[in-house]
């Protein structure tokens, strides 16, 4: 069977609203452009197959409204750590991406954290005071 025709319990409903995923960036890291996109793109892909696997329902909701995301930056990786507590107290799906260290920053670090995907009133709540990447 398909991965996308499997049948799941889902036990939060979806609300049937836009939904968005934000990608907030630690801008102190000062990474090129191409490795931005490269760990938002891998922060992407873990939402998606988490989704998958976890809630095939938010899933389908956000991929039929057109899987809006937004790229915003964070000051340092303290504010990113901030905003993933603000986030979970708001029940929003936090995730993260950590670098492996071959080429522009430390092992370890926090590069690139995901909020939502969720209703975009919930998301906003917690990271509009942030600037667009």
Same mark, same amino acid.
């Not at 990474?31 to 809630?55: D, P, S, Y």
């Not at 995730?95 to 071959?102: E, H, L």
């Given at each position: %069977?398909?991965?996308?025709?499997?049948?799941?319990?889902?036990?939060?409903?979806?609300?049937?609203?836009?939904?968005?995923?934000?990608?907030?960036?630690?801008?102190?890291?000062? %990474?090129?452009?191409?490795?931005?996109?490269?760990?938002?793109?891998?922060?992407?892909?873990?939402?998606?197959?988490?989704?998958? /696997?976890?809630?095939?329902?938010?899933?389908?909701?956000?991929? /039929?409204?057109?899987?809006?995301?937004?790229?915003?930056?964070?000051?340092?990786?303290?504010?990113?750590?901030?905003?993933?507590?603000?986030?979970?107290?708001?029940?929003?799906?936090?995730?993260?991406?950590?670098?492996?260290?071959?080429?522009?920053?430390?092992?370890?670090? %926090?590069?690139?954290?995901?909020?939502?995907?969720?209703?975009?009133?919930?998301?906003?709540?917690?990271?509009?005071?942030?600037?667009?990447?």
């Amino acid at each position: %069977m398909a991965w996308w025709n499997r049948r799941r319990e889902q036990t939060v409903p979806i609300p049937n609203v836009e939904h968005k995923l934000v990608c907030v960036v630690d801008a102190s890291l000062k %990474m090129g452009k191409g490795k931005i996109a490269a760990q938002v793109g891998h922060l992407c892909m873990e939402v998606a197959l988490g989704l998958e /696997r976890n809630r095939p329902r938010l899933l389908q909701t956000w991929t /039929r409204k057109g899987q809006a995301k937004v790229v915003l930056k964070a000051l340092d990786s303290e504010e990113m750590h901030l905003l993933i507590d603000r986030a979970k107290e708001a029940n929003l799906l936090t995730w993260s991406v950590r670098d492996a260290g071959r080429t522009q920053i430390p092992s370890g670090s %926090m590069t690139v954290i995901g909020i939502g995907p969720a209703p975009v009133e919930q998301v906003d709540d917690v990271t509009s005071y942030l600037k667009l990447l």
